[in-house]
């Protein structure tokens, strides 16, 4: 096993993980923005308020994208798991 290979597999972790993380956190900023600009005009400054609202965005967004999160998942670790035989 030489480094280069190391590198490949560790690239490829940190992407899967991005990719995978992407739709929920953007989820998160997204609401988060919007939940701050309607704080901002309203001057209602209470932290639950911008809290509560997107972790049921963000909740709704992971059961909504589960099975492709999972089909991923999934797809990522037979090809890690097959690629074992031809890499060592």
Excluded: H
């Amino acid at each position: 096993m030489d480094a280069s290979l190391i590198v490949d597999l560790g690239r490829e972790a940190i992407w899967i993980g991005l990719l995978l993380a992407a739709p929920v956190l953007l989820t998160g900023m997204i609401v988060g923005l919007a939940v701050g600009l309607l704080q901002a005009l309203t001057q209602v400054q209470e932290q639950t308020v911008a809290f509560v609202p997107k972790i049921v965005a963000m909740v709704l967004v992971m059961g909504l994208l589960l099975p492709w999160l999972l089909a991923r998942m999934v797809e990522y670790s037979e090809n890690l798991i097959s690629g074992i035989p031809g890499r060592f």
